[in-house]
């Protein structure tokens, strides 16, 4: 079956403990992107990957890192978490046309 | 990219029709109209998207008005399931310079009565 996969989907951590969510597609799909989501601000990407070892910021990359060492794998780092990304983390694949996405299931995470 | 607007929810009866407006009057000639549904706190689906031709897939079908100033998005046998916020979004084409992401608005909230 054709998805988009996210580990783990809940996570409860906290403030400064390095954190890594993983993401994967059994696509093939070259572009891989991280969104966000807040109650009263809607989606908003964090990064995103043209192809393996491309990457660019989105609109709120700050406290966030990504890798694409691999087609299917692009996993979301937060280095040193704080409570302001207490968040649900989406990640998306899409081929072609960028603006078609595939969605995983999404990551709570809770940053006390 | 052109701004939407959707109404805030809407209701619809299981097995009928459902369908949800939206408007982009200020659409370029270039744009194209794409709808997602997202089911409490799953991720977004992907449903169709359409430039200036009516679209048809196996999920929906979508109606793009003559002057492109609106469109609608028709479930044409509404079930419980479908019950979702909607969103449609216009963006350009992509030009491979880079992809920025899909701006979600509000969207509609679609409620199936049984």
């Known amino acids: 079956e054709a998805q988009v996969t996210q580990n783990p989907r809940y996570l409860i951590t906290v403030t400064g403990k390095k954190l890594t969510v993983t993401c994967s597609q059994n696509?093939?799909?070259?572009?891989m992107s991280w969104y966000r989501q807040d109650p009263g601000l809607g989606l908003r990407q964090i990064y995103y990957?043209?192809?393996?070892?491309?990457?660019d910021k989105g609109d709120v990359p700050e406290g966030y890192k990504v890798s694409r060492k691999e087609k299917r794998n692009f996993p979301l780092i937060l280095e040193s978490p704080s409570p302001n990304q207490t968040s649900l983390y989406f990640c998306?694949?899409?081929?072609?046309?960028?603006?078609?996405?595939?969605f995983g299931p999404g990551t709570r995470l809770t940053v006390t | 990219d052109a701004k939407t607007t959707q109404p805030t929810s809407m209701d619809c009866a299981e097995g009928r029709a459902a369908n949800l407006p939206c408007n982009h009057s200020t659409i370029s000639g270039n744009e194209y109209v794409y709808w997602y549904r997202q089911i409490h706190s799953q991720g977004p689906q992907y449903i169709i998207h359409?430039?200036?031709n009516n679209e048809t897939n196996e999920m929906a079908s979508l109606i793009i008005t003559e002057d492109r100033k609106s469109s609608t998005l028709i479930l044409p046998h509404a079930t419980l399931r479908d019950t979702a916020v909607y969103y449609c979004?216009?963006?350009?084409?992509?030009?491979?310079?880079?992809?920025?992401?899909?701006?979600f608005g509000k969207g509609t909230h679609l409620i199936i009565q049984p």
């Open positions: 359409g430039l200036k």
């Open positions: 990957s043209m192809n393996v070892e491309v990457t």
């Open positions: 696509m093939n799909h070259e572009y």
């Open positions: 979004i216009v963006r350009g084409p992509y030009s491979g310079g880079g992809a920025d992401g899909l701006t």
């Open positions: 998306a694949s899409g081929q072609g046309d960028p603006y078609e996405q595939y």
